[in-house]
């Protein structure tokens, strides 16, 4: 029997100020994202999912590293890193933005954070930003400082997450509308929070940029939280794909371009802007997308049939013409899990034209048998679909 493999920390994979609060509060997994541990496990995918649905929990983010871009030139840096037009963004506004390269590929997707005119913090999914938006800056002489604050978010989520962020900021937090932020005292200590956060079950963000004060936070959260059951928590996989959350590097990278990766309703094709991926992306509309990112539901009432990766062919298909191979890369299982809410496998993967418009695909299961599946856009619409939830754990 051989022990389950470890890796080793050091000053390239770090803790967070949280990380030994987590662990205490039993996290049982983690990963590395922006050379950080986050969370992704502590009771059990299922078991966690359940509870992010009907409680609150409390989590850590700080993986979620801020890139300030600031000065002059900061709002001309940021809009010629996105295809979306920042120009009407205010000053106490969130807005998620596609980060995108002279050939329209993905960079990041961040959620951009107007602090002021001239400032603005991308809170990035894992690549490094950072080294783009300066090199960005530096080839084009502007007039911008570009670096990583010391900034470690925590996200309070689900249903109960507004009763519990009031009983610690007050009454003032259940103003701030979606995507939208302010700056809520704490112990004599301004914190900018926001209605946001990776799961679709409501709550907030708070970026803390104090270590003690935020580990105080993080303690008061579930000192405050009798009655709520709240717990430690992370982004649930089940959640997120319910919920039509994208995660750059796993739904999408930096080989699809943001009309690719079904992000179109996110930028500005025709708008009159100075940004590097413009060019490129209106040229990719005019010659049509040949490859999309969508979704894959496959019925499991039993639980989860697995998936295969690069396995897909046209449903219906004569066998002799139906190959599943595993070398075969024109074709990319991303994301899946199994829910138990709608008893179906759930998936998303990078289809290329025709198959990407097909309604139903064949595809081989882990065990190696064959399934149908249905194909459908981002995010799922389960109703729509005809599709009934089990109202609870089962």
């Not at 409390?58 to 979620?64: A, G, I, L, R």
Request: hydrophobic fraction near 40%; aromatic fraction near 8%; charged fraction near 20%.
């Amino acid at each position: 029997m051989f022990d389950s493999p470890r890796i080793t920390m050091s000053r390239r994979l770090r803790n967070t100020p949280f990380t030994s609060r987590v662990l205490q509060h039993g996290a049982s997994e983690f990963t590395a994202y922006n050379h950080m541990l986050l969370p992704t496990k502590f009771v059990s995918l299922e078991d966690d999912y359940w509870h992010l649905c009907s409680a609150v929990q409390v989590w850590d983010v700080s993986v979620e590293r801020q890139v300030s871009i600031q000065g002059p030139d900061a709002t001309r840096l940021v809009q010629w890193m996105t295809p979306r037009d920042v120009s009407s963004v205010a000053m106490d506004q969130c807005v998620y933005l596609p980060l995108a390269d002279e050939n329209g590929r993905l960079v990041n997707d961040p959620v951009g954070l107007r602090l002021a005119q001239d400032h603005w913090w991308l809170s990035i999914a894992d690549s490094d930003v950072r080294l783009w938006a300066k090199g960005l800056a530096t080839g084009a002489n502007m007039d911008v400082v570009v670096h990583e604050p010391d900034v470690w978010p925590l996200a309070v989520q689900g249903p109960a997450a507004q009763t519990l962020m009031m009983r610690v900021f007050g009454k003032q937090v259940g103003d701030i509308r979606f995507f939208r932020y302010r700056q809520l005292e704490y112990r004599g200590h301004r914190f900018i929070v926001a209605r946001s956060g990776w799961s679709k079950q409501g709550g907030f963000e708070i970026y803390v940029d104090d270590i003690a004060l935020g580990q105080s936070l993080f303690d008061e959260l579930f000192e405050q939280g009798v009655g709520l059951d709240v717990r430690a928590g992370c982004p649930n996989l089940i959640e997120r794909l319910e919920s039509g959350l994208l995660a750059f590097g796993n739904d999408m990278d930096s080989r699809h371009t943001v009309l690719e990766s079904s992000l179109g309703h996110f930028i500005n094709l025709d708008a009159d802007i100075d940004s590097l991926s413009l060019p490129a992306l209106r040229q990719e509309r005019a010659t049509g997308v040949k490859r999309r990112l969508v979704g894959l539901l496959l019925p499991a009432p039993d639980g989860p049939r697995t998936i295969a990766n690069n396995a897909f062919a046209p449903a219906g298909s004569p066998v002799a013409e139906v190959v599943f191979s595993h070398n075969d890369h024109s074709h990319c299982l991303c994301s899946q899990a199994w829910s138990p809410r709608y008893r179906q496998q759930m998936a998303s993967a990078m289809l290329e034209e025709p198959l990407a418009s097909e309604q139903v695909v064949e595809v081989l299961l882990a065990d190696g048998t064959r399934a149908t599946a249905r194909l459908c856009e981002l995010p799922f619409d389960f109703a729509k679909l005809g599709i009934k939830a089990n109202a609870q754990k089962i």
